[in-house]
C-alpha cells in the first residue's frame, strides 16, 4: 500500500512459463500478418500492418510514461486527438474567407483570453490569501464576457461560411508530413499544461484525471466546428504519398506492373500502402532508437530509480516532480506524433471516432501485454494487439457461422449471435488483459 | 409577480427537478465507488459497465414480464425485474472478486494493479452487455409517465410556465432517499457496518481486532454492485439505456466521488448533485428565465448560454481537475490523494 | 525463540515470559529486536525455531488473528486507533469477535479511564494523545485477554501522561491479567515492573526483577544512561 508507482508490476509470476526469445516473438508476429495476406488479402495484411506501426508508436509513448516512470496516463486518446488536429491545421489550405469573415474577431478572443489567464496569475501573485478570491473572481467574470464579447461572433461568421464545404479557419496549407512534428509540439505543450496540474496526485487520481482531460480534449474537438469542423469531420486531407489513380496514369508504374504481371489497379493500392509502412517504420526506428538510448543513459536509470523507490530518490535530492514533468511530456509528444501519423493515413480528422475504448485502453492492453518497461515489448504488444482487434471479427464470424451452421438462415439466435460478433473482439482484449495481469504480468518481453 | 413565479417555475422544471434525478442517480453510482475505494482501494474502472449490466438483466427481464403480461401499473413493471437484476450484478461482482480480485488481495497488489485489473473487467462486461442486448438506445420504462404534466400544471395554475414532474424523477428521488438513510444506518448502527468503517480507517487493527477481511470485501461488493444496478435502472427509467452511455457515466461518477471527498459517503451524495446541478445549470440557456424576470427592453437577444449543450459531460470533468487542484481531499476531507 | 526477516535473524534465542498479574517490561537499545520480539510473539513473524505458548498450549501455529482470539490483546505503537470512529465504537471493535453481552466490559473500561466514558461520542482523532492511548488500550482489553501486549506505549506522550498511563497499566495488572510491554523509557518502565528483560541484539542480555535490574550497575551504565 505504502507504494505509489509501482511500474513493473510487482507480482511474481510461474517460472514455468518461459520467456520466448523477443526475434522469436517478432517472427511469429510477420508469419501471423503473412497468414493474413495468403488467406484473406495483401491489401488487408498490409492494412493491419500499417496500424501495427501506428499502435506501437502509440504504445511506445505510453511505455516511456509507465514503464520508465510509472505514470497512469488515462488521456492517450486526447493526446492523440490532438496529433489529428495538428494534421488538419497543418494541411488544409487557409480558408480566406472564413478568415475575413471572423478571423479578427477569433485572434482578439484569443487575446483577452490570454490576458484574463495573464491578470489571474498576476493578481494571484499580488494579493493575499482572504482577498484574493474577491479580486480574482470579477477578473474571471469580466475576461470571460469580453472573450464571448469577441468569440461569439467569429463562430457565427467563421461557421456561417459556406457550412457544407467549410465553416471552419483551415490550416496552413502545408506538407502533411509537418503536422507529425507540429502533432508532438501540440501534445507537448497539453502535456506541459496537464503534467503541471494533475501528475502530484497518486496513480490511480491521475488516471482518472487524465481520462477525464482526454473528454473535455474530445469535446473541444467535437463542438468548436470553426476549428476542425468538429463532428461535421474534415475529410481529403492531402496525402503524403501518390494517389492510387495518379500512379496508374505514370508510366514507370504501368511498366512495373507489367513487368511482375499484376494488375495495375490492385498493385496501386499495394505500392500506396507500401509507401506508409516504409514512412512509418522510418519514424518507429527513429523513435525507438531514441527511447532505447534515452532508457540505457543516465537520465533513464535515473528514471527508473524513481519509478521503483521515489522516496529514496527524493532523499537522494532528485527532483522527482519535474522528472516526470518530463517523461510525461516525451510520452505524450510520442503520442501526438502517432495521432497525426494515424489522421494522415485515414486522409480525414473525425472527432466522433475517438473513443476511450479504442484509443485509450486498447494502447494500455498493448503496453503490459507487450511488457512495460521494455520499448521491444511495447512495439510487439501494438502489434499483437491491434492484430487481434482487427483479426477477432473476421474470426468470430467465422466461428458464429460454424456454431451456428446447423441452425436456420433466419433463426433469430443464429442472426443475433453473427450481429453481435463484433463485440467479440472487446471480450477478447479484457480476457488477454486478465490472463496476462495474472500469468504474465511483467509481459511477453520483460523489462531486463 | 407572475413573471417571478413564471421564472421559478421554468427553473424548477428545466434545471431544479432534472437537476435533481439526475443527481440522485451519480449519487447512488458514486457511494458504490467510494466503498470500493474506502475498502479495496482501488478506483473501479468497471464500475460503470457493471451498473449496465444490471441494468441489462433488469431490462431483459422487464420485456419478458411485459409480453407475459405482468403488470403494476401505474408504477412501471421494471421495478419487479430490478430485484433479479441486483442479484445478477451482485453474483457477478462477487465471481469477479473471487476469481480475479482476490488473487491480487493475497499478493498484497499495488492499487494500480488492481485498477489495470478492473479494465480488464470494464472490456469483459463491455463485450457482455454489448453482445447480449447489443448496442441500441432501449427504452423500457411503462406505467403511468407522469405525476403531472406540463400541460395539466399549465391548466391548473393558469401559468404560462408548465412544470412536468415524471414519475421516474419521483422514484429515483424517492428511492434514493431511502436507501441513502439505510446505508448510513447500516454503517453507524450495525456491528457490520462499524466494521466496514473500521476496515477503512485501518486496515492492520481492524485485522487485529478480529475483522474478516473477506466478508467485508464480500458486503462491499453486494452493497456498491447493488447501488450500481439500482442506479442503472432509474437512470435508464428515466433517460433511456445505452451501452456507451452508461459506460460514460464512469467519469461523472468517479468525479461525484473525488469532488465530495473520495472514501466519504456524504461526500459521494454531495458530489453528485453538485456535479449534476453543474452540468444543468451551465448548460442551461437562461434567455427565458430572463425573458420574464426582465423588463421587454433589457430582454437578452441570444440565448444566455453559458456553455453549449454539448459540453454537459465535459463540464464535471473541469470540476473534477478544478477540485484536485484546489482542494484535492474534497469537500467532505476524504482520503488524501 | 529464534526468527527474524527474510535470511536475517533478528531474534537469537531470545525467550520471554510472563504470568498472570505480572507486568514484564522489554527493554534494550534501538534496534534490538524488541518490537520484534513483539511481532513473533504474535505471529507476524515466521518463527525458525522455537514456540509460542498460551496457557501451555502451543500457539505458535497461529495467524495473529488467532491468537487475538486465543487471549492476546494488543496495543501497536503506531495507528492503534480507528481515528473516524467514536470511541465507543473502537471499544466496540475491539469486542468485535465477541458474541456475547459486552456491556460489562465497556463499562469496566469506562471505570478504568473515566475521561473516555465522557467522551464517547467523540471521534478518537480528535483525542488527545495520551486520551488516544487510553483508547487503544481500553481497545485491546475488551475481548479480556489473558495477555495484554503493548509496543512502546509511551512513545510521543509527555512525562505526566506517561505516569498516569503507568498507573492504569498497573490497575490492570491486577485484575489478573498478564502485562508484557516493551518500552523506550527504560527506568519509569522497569520501576513499575515485576519483571524485566533487557534485549541486545535479539537475545536476553539480563533478565531479572525490576528492581533489581535497575540496581544493577551494567545494566546502570549501558541501558539507563547512568
Not at chain 1, 501471423?32 to 499502435?55: D, N
Not at chain 1, 470553426?226 to 514507370?252: D, F, M, S
Not at chain 1, 496501386?268 to 518507429?284: G, Q
Request: charged share 15%; net charge neutral.
Amino acid at each position: 500500500m505504502s507504494k505509489t508507482n509501482v511500474a513493473a508490476l510487482d507480482i511474481p509470476y510461474p517460472t514455468m512459463i518461459k520467456t520466448c526469445h523477443p526475434i522469436f516473438l517478432f517472427v511469429i508476429m510477420g508469419a501471423l500478418i503473412a497468414v493474413v495476406g495468403f488467406y484473406q488479402s495483401w491489401s488487408i495484411a498490409l492494412a493491419i500492418l500499417q496500424l501495427c506501426l501506428i499502435s506501437s508508436i502509440m504504445a511506445l509513448g505510453v511505455n516511456i510514461q509507465w514503464g520508465y516512470a510509472g505514470l497512469f496516463n488515462a488521456g492517450i486518446m486526447g493526446f492523440a486527438a490532438l496529433g489529428g488536429l495538428a494534421a488538419v491545421l497543418v494541411s488544409v489550405p487557409p480558408v480566406k474567407e472564413a478568415w475575413a469573415a471572423g478571423g479578427v474577431n477569433i485572434v482578439l478572443a484569443a487575446v483577452s483570453g490570454l490576458a484574463t489567464i495573464g491578470a489571474v496569475l498576476f493578481v494571484r501573485a499580488r494579493i493575499e490569501r482572504p482577498f484574493r478570491i474577491l479580486a480574482i473572481t470579477p477578473i474571471i467574470i469580466i475576461g470571460f464576457l469580453v472573450v464571448r464579447w469577441f468569440f461569439d461572433p467569429a463562430v457565427e461568421a467563421i461557421e456561417g461560411y459556406n457550412a457544407a464545404h467549410y465553416g471552419f479557419l483551415g490550416g496552413a496549407g502545408l506538407p502533411i508530413m509537418f503536422s507529425w512534428i507540429l502533432g508532438g509540439a501540440f501534445a507537448a505543450g497539453a502535456a506541459w499544461l496537464v503534467g503541471k496540474t494533475v501528475l502530484r496526485l497518486r496513480s490511480d487520481y491521475l488516471a482518472i484525471a487524465t481520462l477525464g482531460i482526454s473528454e473535455i480534449v474530445i469535446a473541444v474537438l467535437k463542438n468548436e466546428d470553426w476549428l476542425a469542423r468538429g463532428v461535421k469531420n474534415v475529410t481529403g486531407l492531402p496525402r503524403p504519398v501518390p494517389y492510387e489513380v495518379n500512379l496508374q496514369k505514370v508510366q514507370w508504374f504501368l511498366d512495373l506492373t507489367a513487368n511482375l504481371g499484376a494488375d495495375a489497379v490492385s498493385a496501386s493500392s499495394i505500392f500506396v500502402k507500401i509507401c506508409y509502412i516504409f514512412l512509418f517504420l522510418l519514424v518507429l526506428a527513429a523513435l525507438m532508437w531514441l527511447a532505447n538510448t534515452a532508457l540505457a543513459s543516465p537520465w533513464g536509470r535515473m528514471m527508473r530509480a524513481i519509478r521503483d523507490n521515489r522516496d529514496a530518490a527524493e532523499a537522494m535530492g532528485k527532483d522527482v516532480t519535474s522528472r516526470h514533468l518530463q517523461v510525461f511530456i516525451l510520452g505524450s509528444v510520442v503520442v501526438g506524433i502517432a495521432g497525426a501519423m494515424l489522421t494522415t493515413l485515414e486522409g480525414q480528422f473525425t472527432p466522433g471516432s475517438y473513443q476511450p475504448l479504442r484509443f485509450t485502453f486498447l494502447i494500455w492492453v498493448m503496453v503490459i501485454v507487450g511488457g512495460s518497461g521494455n520499448n521491444w515489448g511495447a512495439v510487439l504488444g501494438g502489434f499483437i494487439i491491434w492484430f487481434i482487434w482487427i483479426e477477432a471479427e473476421p474470426v468470430s464470424l467465422w466461428l458464429m457461422g460454424f456454431a451456428t451452421s446447423s441452425l436456420d438462415t433466419d433463426s433469430p439466435i443464429r442472426n443475433h449471435l453473427i450481429e453481435s460478433a463484433p463485440h467479440f473482439r472487446l471480450f477478447l482484449m479484457g480476457a488477454i488483459l486478465l490472463l496476462v495481469l495474472r500469468f504474465r504480468p511483467r509481459g511477453l518481453i520483460p523489462e531486463e | 409577480m407572475e413573471d417571478v413565479l413564471n421564472a421559478l417555475i421554468l427553473m424548477t422544471n428545466f434545471v431544479l427537478v432534472p437537476g435533481m434525478a439526475y443527481g440522485a442517480q451519480l449519487a447512488l453510482g458514486a457511494l458504490g465507488i467510494t466503498l470500493i475505494f474506502s475498502i479495496l482501494r482501488f478506483a473501479n474502472f468497471a464500475h460503470g459497465d457493471l451498473m449496465a449490466f444490471g441494468t441489462m438483466i433488469t431490462i431483459l427481464l422487464t420485456w419478458w414480464l411485459q409480453g407475459a403480461g405482468f403488470s403494476i401499473a401505474p408504477l412501471p413493471t421494471a421495478l419487479l425485474a430490478l430485484p433479479f437484476g441486483i442479484i445478477a450484478a451482485v453474483t457477478f461482482s462477487l465471481v469477479i472478486d473471487r476469481s480475479i480480485y482476490r488473487f491480487y488481495r493475497q499478493q498484497g497488489a499495488a492499487p494500480v494493479v488492481f485498477v489495470m485489473v478492473s479494465l480488464g473487467v470494464m472490456f469483459t462486461l463491455n463485450a457482455i452487455v454489448r453482445f447480449v442486448v447489443g448496442t441500441e438506445d432501449r427504452r423500457f420504462i411503462d406505467g403511468e409517465r407522469f405525476i403531472i404534466s406540463a400541460g395539466e400544471f399549465k391548466s391548473i395554475t393558469g401559468l404560462a410556465e408548465g412544470l412536468a414532474f415524471r414519475q421516474s424523477q419521483a422514484l429515483t428521488v424517492i428511492t434514493a432517499i431511502i436507501l441513502v438513510v439505510a446505508l448510513f444506518w447500516f454503517l453507524q448502527k450495525t456491528r457490520t457496518g462499524k466494521a466496514m468503517r473500521a476496515y477503512s480507517d485501518n486496515e492492520d487493527l481492524a485485522l487485529l481486532s478480529g475483522i474478516n477481511p473477506e466478508r467485508i470485501v464480500m458486503i462491499t461488493w453486494i452493497i456498491a454492485a447493488s447501488l450500481a444496478t439500482i442506479a442503472g435502472v432509474l437512470y435508464g427509467l428515466d433517460k433511456s439505456f445505452k451501452p456507451f452511455t452508461y459506460f460514460q457515466l464512469l467519469l461523472p461518477m468517479f468525479a461525484a466521488a473525488i469532488v465530495g471527498g473520495i472514501g466519504q459517503p456524504v461526500g459521494a451524495i454531495a458530489g453528485g448533485f453538485l456535479i449534476a446541478f453543474s452540468e444543468v445549470t451551465v448548460t442551461y440557456a437562461y434567455k427565458r428565465f430572463l425573458g420574464h424576470l426582465l423588463p421587454e427592453s433589457l430582454a437578452p437577444g441570444n440565448l444566455v448560454q453559458l456553455l453549449s449543450t454539448d459540453y454537459k459531460f465535459a463540464v464535471s470533468f473541469v470540476i473534477l481537475v478544478l477540485v484536485l487542484l484546489v482542494r484535492p481531499t474534497g469537500i467532505f476531507r476524504g482520503r488524501v490523494l | 525463540m529464534r526468527g527474524g526477516y527474510g535470511s536475517v535473524d533478528i531474534l537469537k534465542n531470545c525467550t520471554i515470559a510472563v504470568d498472570k498479574g505480572e507486568v514484564v517490561v522489554v527493554v534494550g537499545p534501538n534496534g534490538a529486536g524488541k518490537s520484534t520480539a513483539l511481532k513473533a510473539l504474535l505471529g507476524m513473524l515466521p518463527l525458525r525455531e522455537g514456540c509460542v505458548k498460551l496457557d501451555g498450549i502451543d500457539i505458535t501455529s497461529l495467524a495473529p488473528q488467532d491468537r487475538v482470539a486465543a487471549g492476546i490483546g494488543v496495543v501497536p505503537q503506531v495507528a492503534n486507533i480507528f481515528t473516524t470512529l467514536t470511541v465507543q465504537e473502537n471499544l466496540e471493535m475491539g469486542a468485535y469477535l465477541r458474541t456475547d453481552d459486552f456491556s460489562h466490559s465497556l463499562e469496566h473500561i469506562y471505570e478504568l479511564f473515566p475521561v473516555l466514558k465522557e467522551k464517547r461520542n467523540q471521534f478518537a482523532g480528535e483525542l488527545s494523545g495520551g486520551q488516544r492511548q487510553q483508547v487503544a488500550v481500553g481497545r485491546a482489553l475488551m475481548l479480556e485477554p489473558r495477555v495484554l501486549m503493548l509496543d512502546e506505549p509511551t512513545a510521543g506522550v509527555s512525562p505526566i501522561v506517561m505516569d498516569e498511563l503507568f498507573d492504569r497499566v498497573l490497575d490492570i495488572a491486577t485484575t489478573g491479567i498478564a502485562i508484557l510491554m516493551v518500552e523506550q523509557n527504560a527506568r519509569q518502565a522497569l520501576c513499575i515492573s515485576d519483571r524485566g528483560y533487557v534485549l541486545v541484539q535479539g537475545q536476553n542480555r539480563f533478565s531479572d526483577s525490576g528492581s533489581a535490574l535497575l540496581a544493577n550497575p551494567e545494566v546502570r551504565t549501558s541501558f539507563l544512561g547512568g
